[in-house]
């Protein structure tokens, strides 16, 4: 794709972000072919989105790395998207339902890094990634489908536009996480004090960390790398709740605690 339409697309995914309506997709001449054309997309829409006032990028989310998110989405390989400080909120998010068009919540194992994660020369495996997480915490994922039908929509699209992404509540940092099992850890979501979802830490790609070693070799492939300070939602341990208006969402990890969001 040339830059043109790169731009344009990221144009289109912007305006779309801030006014959530049902969306059919992107026209054919700036509709990414690749991948790879969904990622440049991407980083085009951060520089559009922090124009329009969501702040700089704030870490990574990445969704499908776990079966049960692999077969709701019906993709069988992980996709990233950027976060924004913006739609971040710490501990206890309040949320208005209407700022959304079809608002959903997943059950995260997040991290934050301590150290850069540059491009590398071998690609990086789960050990060489742990150095490098200062903290891990619970996490709840706000998503929004606002498209007409996203089962109708290639995977490069929906990487373009960050692949769901629409905010997230981050629980207390837990800096002494290497005490923990965090691959036999459970997680669980309730909405309303009902139970609605359970799964654990392995679930993700077989450790947590395996899907932070997955993104700093994408972003390696790109000469990108991941930066100290950066939060990554590694994926969902329940399949995406979608919420109505006064809805209450708590998850809780073993280990790592718990994050709330309410739906006024």
Known sequence: MDAAEIDRAAGLLCRNRLAPGPFDGL?????????????????????HLGDAGLGPPAGAKIGCTTPVMQAFMKI???????????????GHGALRHRDFHHVGVECEIAVRLAADLPPAVAPYRRDD???????C????????DRYRDFRS???????????????????APVSDWRGLDLAGARGGMTINGEPVGTGHGADIMGHPFEALAWLANAQGLQNRRLAADAVILLGSVVETRWVTAGDTVEIAVDGLGTATAIFA
């Not at 915490?137 to 929004?144: G, R, S």
Request: charged share 15%.
């Open 27 to 47: 026209p054919a001449p700036c509709r990414p072919g690749t991948e790879a054309d969904g990622y440049a997309i991407q980083a085009a829409l951060a520089r």
């Open 137 to 144: 915490m619970a996490a709840i994922e706000i998503v929004d």
């Open 153 to 171: 929509l290639d995977v490069a699209t929906l990487i373009a536009d960050d692949f769901f992404h629409a905010g997230a509540v981050l629980g």
């Open 129 to 135: 990634v742990a150095p490098a997480v200062g903290a």
């Open 76 to 90: 069988g390989s992980p996709c990233a998207g950027t976060m924004y400080h913006g739609g971040l909120r710490h």
